[in-house]
Antibody, heavy 114, light 107 residues
Framework: EVQLQQSGAELGKPGTSVKLSCKVS????????MHWVNQRPGKSLEWIGRIDPANGNTIYAEKFKSKATLTADTSSNTAYMQLSQLKSDDTAIYFC???????WGQGVMVTVSS | DIQMTQSPSSLPASLGDRVTITCRAS??????LRWFQQKPGKSPRLMIY???NLAAGVPSRFSGSRSGSDYSLTINSLESEDMAIYYCLQHNEYPYTFGAGTKLELK
């Protein structure tokens, strides 16, 4: 059974960074793309970007190019997303998903507050 | 970027009804269209892939169709467990884009 387990909720101060993790079990992430999506409170889903864990190649939505950094560790079958220069507007639930979106993590709430 | 215009935003319906949700793509996306169901506090669940194919474990009352740039999700004989928000997604080209969502609720 494929499962994506995300790290716990984060509380970050404005201007700081957080790093989220997404550990996959039941499937080798080298054989797929890992996507990240956010959902601001009461809003729709928004695609952030994806990484090819086999070679580290990344593609980002334009608005997240200076916000998010996607990495992956194939030895631990885990994908990561770092969010930098946090602002209140980054407060959202962040999901990882295996591509394209057959399987999702449970989501992690990131709250940005001083 | 490809815009996915989803309608309606809200859909009141009764149990047993047949309902249809539509997404219109601003550019050609072929059949690279997926539908998701999201319930409160949960992750989205894949319902339809390739515009018309039922994902594993999805009840047969759900179906997807395409007419040109219009993609539809139809639910026959609504059940209480179907009350949720539904989103479409185009994954034909980057950036991938979602529709704004349709909240299906009991009338």
């Amino acid at each position: 059974e494929v499962q994506l387990q995300q790290s716990g909720a984060e509380l970050g101060k404005p201007g700081t960074s957080v790093k989220l993790s997404c550990k996959v079990s039941g499937y080798n992430i080298r054989n797929t793309y890992m996507h990240w999506v956010n959902q601001r409170p009461g809003k729709s889903l928004e695609w952030i970007g994806r990484i090819d864990p086999a070679n580290g190649n990344t593609i980002y939505a334009e608005k997240f190019k200076s916000k998010a950094t996607l990495t992956a560790d194939t030895s631990s079958n885990t994908a990561y997303m770092q969010l930098s220069q946090l602002k209140s507007d980054d407060t959202a639930i962040y999901f990882c998903a295996m591509g394209p979106f057959d399987y999702w993590g449970q989501g992690v709430m990131v709250t940005v507050s001083s | 970027d490809i815009q996915m215009t989803q309608s309606p935003s809200s859909l009141p319906a009764s149990l047993g009804d047949r309902v249809t949700i539509t997404c219109r793509a601003s550019q050609d996306i072929g059949n690279y269209l997926r539908w998701f169901q999201q319930k409160p506090g949960k992750s989205p669940r894949l319902m339809i892939y390739g515009a018309t194919n039922l994902a594993a474990g999805v009840p047969s009352r759900f179906s997807g169709s395409r007419s040109g740039s219009d993609y539809s999700l139809t639910i026959n004989s609504l059940e209480s467990e179907d009350m949720a928000i539904y989103y479409c997604l185009q994954h034909n080209e980057y950036p991938y884009t979602f529709g704004a969502g349709t909240k299906l609720e009991l009338k």
